[in-house]
């Protein structure tokens, strides 16, 4: 267990040593070839990885639900499974950038999105449940147009942050999602956060409740406001260094969608 750090969830493990010695030879060997090739790192590149993004937390709730075969199970758990993914997405890219380098985000895309499908269909297997489902849809629909707002009001009010493009507008989006979907697992669905600084956010008493979120919109409008200050503080990275600031700031982009993926699927199966 390494839990019980303010940032670090609770329920985070490492695996048996002989699976973190494979993990960790993977993913370095993974790392090695990426820095041996370089491949181009696009916008259109990084956001191709979304589906990736998605897929480890997918293969977490399994895990969460003991519904993965033991010989697999340790790959999957937390921290584990964003480098076991991690290594795959990177071999992903490596080989397709040598086998198709003009369609390489497509490649990503469909690679990413074959392999997320079957996992959330084992999950769905399990059993839906209404409520969870319900709720799911309607964090993910209203976290549309409040995204799209903030967007808007971000690139209207700070006009530099535009060279983010599409890999900035996916980290706002992640990161409203996992706000809104988390806000609501906690307000409506009663689900705690295993991250004791956001517990601390959506535990707050005397604040009023509305519609949807309920009493977690302080939570949500702090991912929103941090969320848009590291977009914008991404500008002069990007413009200056485009492939390393895309890379990274697609790494904040993940570090959202994982939390809000993992959010929507386990309510769904297990509200």
């Given amino acids: 267990m390494v839990g019980g750090l303010p940032i670090v969830p609770e329920g985070t493990t490492l695996p048996p040593v002989p699976y973190l010695f494979v993990v960790l030879l993977a993913t370095s060997g993974v790392v090695a070839m990426l820095r041996r090739d370089r491949p181009a790192v696009t916008g259109r590149r990084v956001v191709a990885l979304a589906p990736w993004m998605a897929l480890g937390s997918a293969a977490h709730v399994l895990y969460v639900l003991d519904a993965l075969p033991p010989l697999v199970a340790p790959f999957a758990g937390s921290p584990t499974v964003y ?20 369609r390489v985000p497509a490649a990503l895309a469909v690679g990413g999105l074959l392999l997320l499908a079957p996992v959330v269909a084992i999950a769905v297997g399990l059993g839906l449940s209404p409520a969870g489902t319900r709720w799911s849809a309607v964090a993910l629909v209203f976290t ?8 808007v009001g971000l690139t209207r009010s700070r006009p530099e942050t535009r060279i983010t493009g599409a890999v900035g507008g996916l980290a706002l989006f992640a990161h409203a999602l996992d706000g809104i979907s988390t806000a609501v697992g906690t307000t409506q669905l009663g689900f705690g956060e295993r991250t004791p600084l956001s517990r601390l956010l959506l535990e ?15 939570f949500v409008l702090v991912k929103l406001v941090v969320a848009s200050g590291v977009v914008w503080l991404f500008t002069s990275y ?4 485009p492939a390393e600031g895309n890379l990274l700031l697609g790494f904040v982009a993940a570090v959202g969608i994982g939390p809000a993926a993992h959010n929507l699927l386990l309510f769904s199966i297990a509200a």
Avoid: F, T
Avoid at 144 to 151: L, R
Avoid at 204 to 218: F, R, V, Y
Avoid at 238 to 241: D, G, Q, S, Y
């Fill in 83 to 102: 480098l076991s993914v991690g290594a795959l997405a990177g071999a992903a890219w490596l080989v397709a950038d040598r086998v198709q380098p003009d």
């Fill in 144 to 151: 549309v147009p409040v995204a799209g707002a903030v967007w």
């Fill in 204 to 218: 707050l008493d005397g604040l009023p409740a509305i519609p949807i979120l309920g009493d977690g919109w302080l």
């Fill in 238 to 241: 990007i413009r200056e260094e």
